[in-house]
């Protein structure tokens, strides 16, 4: 089944300076894979999609990017407030076409004023 | 449009006893996925419903079942429980249940077993 790593210790950062989490995986490439944002005791929200044909995703400070030789995924979120302390999970899906989505622990972000 | 919405928030049961979580899907999907999220965990993706059927499951036993009514919203019943059963339970629900697309996500229960 698909591994995902996703570095377990928090990243504290300076407001204004460039996050980057990594998620790394394992066995197969998958057909895309997708980053969510997850606030304590809520559900995950989604963030970004990227296909395995898609080199790099943007979506305001957002940008996610997807190494299928590597098997490796960048997510890194520009000039950082406050507000984008949470959780960020990535995910996958478990078959090829399939939505059922296997997901990493996630990497909690905190930025500090 | 409300979204995904999950009843009950919080959820207090004994070991032994059963319990029914639901879920109305996003206005327009008819795909419904439920996860198990233990604390400092990822999501774990237990089944998924399209067309009021099972159509996939995650490795979960056969304490956990479910159903999915024909207005697309869905129920998660686990019955025995342990205390290991102690999770937030999240519904997803999608426009697509084979291609890839992003999952929409309640704001979920969460289940103490005592």
């Known amino acids: 089944s698909q591994k995902i790593e996703q570095n377990s210790e928090a990243l504290n950062i300076q407001e204004g300076k460039t996050a980057t989490l990594t998620c790394n995986y394992t066995?197969?490439?998958?057909?895309?894979l997708q980053w969510y944002r997850q606030d304590p005791g809520r559900g995950p929200v989604f963030l970004l999609l990227i296909r395995e044909n898609e080199k790099e995703k943007r979506k305001e400070r957002l940008k996610v990017t997807f190494d299928t030789t590597l098997k490796q995924s960048l997510f890194h979120i520009t000039a950082s407030q406050p507000a984008d302390s949470a959780t960020y999970l990535c995910?996958?899906?478990?078959?090829?076409?399939?939505?059922?989505?296997?997901f990493g622990k996630g990497n909690q972000v905190v930025v500090i004023p | 449009d409300a979204g995904v919405t999950q009843s009950p928030t919080h959820l207090i049961k004994t070991r032994g006893q059963q319990v029914t979580l639901r879920c109305s899907p996003k206005s327009g999907h008819d795909t419904v996925s439920w996860y198990q999220q233990a604390l400092g965990q990822g999501p774990q993706f237990i089944f998924q419903?399209?067309?009021?059927?099972?159509?996939q499951r995650g490795n979960f036993p056969d304490r956990f079942s479910g159903h999915q009514f024909p207005n697309y919203s869905s129920e998660l019943n686990v019955n025995a429980l342990l205390l290991g059963d102690s999770a937030l339970y999240l519904c997803a629900s999608s426009p697509d249940w084979l291609s890839g697309t992003e999952a929409f996500f309640g704001q979920g229960t969460r289940l103490t077993v005592v």
């Open positions: 419903y399209y067309e009021e059927e099972e159509r």
């Open positions: 995910a996958l899906p478990m078959g090829y076409g399939n939505n059922r989505l296997a």
């Open positions: 066995n197969y490439s998958p057909a895309y």
